[in-house]
C-alpha cells in the first residue's frame, strides 16, 4: 500500500467518527478529503440517497423531488432515508 492509499484510508475510517466531532473537525475533515481524492459525507450522502430511492422504486426522473433540501416535507423525507441507509450500513458492517 504506497503512502497516498494509506492516507486515503486513514480518511475514510475518520468519517466512521464524523457525527461525534466538532464542527471544526467536520470541516477538516472534509477539506482532507477532499485534497487526498476521498469522496466528502455530503457526497456520500447524495450518492447513496440516489441508490436507495432508485432500489425503493422511485422513478429516475422524479429524483430531484427528493434531492431538492428547499422545502421541509423533503428535508424529513430525506432525514428518514438517511438514517435507514446508515442503519443498512451498519447492519452490512456489523456481519463481516
Known sequence: MTKSEKIQQLVTDLYWEFDR???SGQET????????????????D?????????SM?????????YMDESSVA???RNKAVKLEIRRDSWVKFLKL
Do not use: Q, R
Not at 447524495?46 to 432508485?54: H, M, R, V
Open 46 to 54: 447524495e450518492k447513496n440517497l440516489k441508490k436507495t430511492l432508485l
Open 29 to 44: 475533515l472534509e477539506e482532507l478529503a477532499t485534497l487526498v481524492g476521498v469522496p466528502t459525507e455530503a457526497e456520500m
Open 74 to 76: 423533503s428535508k424529513n
Open 57 to 65: 422504486g422511485v422513478p429516475k426522473e422524479s429524483l430531484h423531488l
Open 21 to 23: 466531532m466538532s464542527s
